[in-house]
């Protein structure tokens, strides 16, 4: 049973349009959400992150949304660029004692595609 | 800042090796998470340190895995023996105390066990 999901295996998208990533999630103690990025042969890169306190947060060209009563979070990059295609992991924690880190559970992530 | 090491980036055995696989955190950094990709279960964790201690490795699949950190700069997970069920992709990430600073990924050993 997932914690994290993230339905869509892949997205396509042409550059200059806006890119829409969604993520669902299950466990209503979940209080923190991150996104990564990943390129082919590397590791997730850590892009944007929001708390439960916030419904949005935004970072450039790209901004997070969270909806904690339908615990659904979204990634919106935009404009698109060729250089946005990777595999975008949402990712979700429960607080710990002391603010400390503790199990971040990810999603199965989402291919996103930008076309020129 | 030279980021997460990891090392082998690949590594190829047969059914039954022992597998070494190794971490070097960012300096600074007081916690460690060995992740474990795969294209059915996605990234899952398999155990963390915070300060060279293990925390939680509930999801160390079976006894035969097992991880150590003997230092602030150096981790390993073992596997032994290994299985053709054990490929996969595994990321050791390293960041510091507080919940809002990122986790730092290596780029990850792939492992394939023949």
């Known amino acids: 049973d997932q914690q994290v999901k993230q339905n869509s295996p892949s997205l396509s998208v ?4 806006i890119s829409i990533l969604n993520c669902d999630y299950t466990n209503s103690m ?6 990564y990025k990943k390129y082919p042969a590397e590791g997730p890169t850590f892009l944007i992150s929001i708390s439960s306190i916030k419904d949005k ?7 997070v949304f969270l909806n904690k009563s339908a615990k659904h979070l979204s990634l919106h990059i935009v404009p698109s660029q060729p250089g946005d295609s990777a595999v975008y992991f949402c990712a979700a924690s429960a607080l710990r004692y002391g603010g400390s ?12 595609s930008v076309k020129p | 800042d030279a980021g997460v090491i990891q090392s082998p980036r690949h590594e190829v055995t047969e059914m039954g ?23 059915m279960r996605g990234l899952e964790l ?39 069920r054990d490929s996969a992709v595994y990321f050791c990430a390293s960041s510091l105390r507080d919940r809002s600073s990122p986790l730092h990924f290596g780029n990850g050993t792939r492992l394939t066990v023949t």
């Open chain 2, 46 to 84: 398999l155990i963390y340190f915070n300060n060279n201690v293990p925390i939680d490795d509930s999801g160390m699949p079976e006894d035969r895995f097992s991880a150590k950190m003997p230092n602030a700069s150096f981790s390993t997970l073992k596997i032994q023996p290994s299985e053709p």
């Open chain 1, 30 to 35: 979940f209080d923190y959400f991150l996104w």
């Open chain 2, 17 to 39: 090796q022992e597998v070494t696989l190794r971490c070097k955190p960012i300096s600074g950094h007081d916690y460690l998470f060995w992740y474990r990709q795969t294209m």
């Open chain 1, 14 to 17: 042409q550059e200059g349009r």
């Open chain 1, 57 to 63: 947060n935004e970072d450039g060209r790209f901004t």
């Open chain 1, 101 to 112: 880190q503790g199990n971040l559970i990810f999603g199965k992530g989402t291919k996103l």
